[in-house]
């Protein structure tokens, strides 16, 4: 299945869909309905019972370089007051707020330059496996304005307080090796080989439980507002729901008769 979009390309194969910013001239920069656009291939995959999981990435050499700085010169050279790019940034809100709800894995392939709203799109993602030609930038210091699209929230819990304050403050790049020794990506791989091992990871979640998974995603992130009381009740709940699903019913007979499991769709 492929979605025609003006910005974005999107296919579903083998039951991974496959999210590509489509600006390869312009660094992959948001600019016009691309927001948009992505929030409703989201939408899409979220809707597609065939679809488990969703890989983000970039056409060209970069991931997403964030805002079209041009057009922010542009609103200031006529003296555009922020409600003019409230919109942008509501659109981004919804972007984050949409992958961090969908009750499916979505993975960051960075395949290049991931900075600003392009970076914090990355770490929105569940995983972010990168190129070892990657690298991000918190570079919105660098034009005198405030992080957004969730770097605030996620950027500590990936690597702590003072190191967010201190990427953010500086706005530095930060190559691949130093994204992975400091917990900001999943794993690093070499460039050419990082679509056939963003794929055969993406294969491996396909084939993995979709009750489990959904439940396990919902109760990682609900375990940053809920003390641990709440989470062991959250975790029997779960487990419950589990129990009753036909996985693991495959599961637990594949299991004892020592063969890989075949899990149903849930």
Same mark, same amino acid.
């Given at each position: 299945m492929a979605l025609e979009f003006e910005h974005l390309e999107m296919e579903t194969e083998d039951q991974i869909a496959w999210i590509t910013l489509n600006r390869p001239e312009h660094f992959n920069a948001f600019a016009g309905e691309m927001r948009e656009e992505l929030l409703q291939a989201l939408l899409e995959f979220q809707e597609d019972e065939d679809a488990r999981v969703a890989v983000i990435t970039g056409k060209g050499r970069a991931f997403c370089s964030g805002?079209? *700085?041009k057009h922010m010169v542009k609103l200031k050279e006529e003296d555009a007051d922020f409600e003019h790019m409230r919109p942008l940034l509501d659109a981004g809100r919804r972007v984050v707020s949409l992958i961090h709800s969908i009750p499916k894995p979505i993975v960051a392939m960075v395949n290049g330059a991931a900075a600003g709203a392009g970076c914090n799109l990355a770490l929105a993602c569940d995983l972010r496996i990168a190129s070892d030609a990657a690298f991000f930038a918190q570079s919105f210091i660098h *034009?005198?304005?405030h992080p957004d699209w969730g770097g605030t929230f996620f950027l =500590?819990?990936?690597v702590g307080t003072a190191r967010a304050l201190e990427l953010m403050w500086t706005g530095r790049r930060v190559e691949a090796a130093e994204a992975e020794e400091i917990g900001l990506v999943h794993q690093? *791989? =070499?460039h050419p080989h990082l679509k056939e091992h963003t794929t055969r990871f993406a294969?491996?979640?396909t084939k993995a439980p979709t009750t489990t998974v959904?439940? *396990?995603k919902m109760a990682v992130y609900n375990s940053f507002h809920h003390d641990l009381n709440d989470m062991l009740d959250f975790e029997a709940d779960a487990q419950e729901q589990c129990w009753a699903s036909p996985e693991s019913a495959e599961g637990i007979r594949a299991f004892v008769e020592r063969r890989p499991p075949i899990f =149903?769709?849930?």
């Open positions: 805002g079209d *700085v *034009v005198g304005l =500590p819990r990936l690093v *791989v =070499p294969r491996r979640l959904r439940l *396990v =149903p769709r849930a």
